[in-house]
């Protein structure tokens, strides 16, 4: 089955870094595009950013402060977030695309509080 396993969030302090990890497998994980999508309270989702096998996007709020990654060697996507704002408070979740079809691993909480 597909697994998606996200693991980094807890309290940091405004200003500070967090890398989170996605532990991913039951498919073949370099074939895939992947998202990292974040949900704060009360709010709807919002996707972070997005990787492919050679192209990257950044939603404009992370951008020059959030750097995706991947290493298909061990089937993991990385998210290194710097800088990082009260605004980010949020669940992370680490997503796979398919044709249109999206499947959404569990998230990890990121909290950024003074």
């Known amino acids: 089955e597909v697994q998606l396993q996200a693991s980094g969030g807890g309290l940091v302090q405004p200003g500070g870094s967090l890398r989170l990890s996605c532990a991913a497998s039951?498919?073949?994980?370099?074939?895939?595009?992947m998202s990292w999508v974040r949900q704060a309270p009360g709010k709807g989702p919002d996707r972070v950013s997005s990787?492919?096998?050679?192209?990257?996007n950044y939603a404009d709020s992370v951008k020059g402060r959030f750097t995706i990654s991947r290493d298909n060697a061990k089937n993991t996507l990385y998210l290194q977030m710097n800088s990082l704002k009260s605004e980010d408070t949020a669940v992370y979740y680490c997503v796979r695309h398919n044709g249109g079809m999206d499947y959404w691993g569990k998230g990890t909480l990121v909290t950024v509080s003074s």
């Open positions: 990787i492919g096998s050679k192209s990257t």
């Open positions: 039951g498919f073949t994980f370099s074939s895939y595009s």
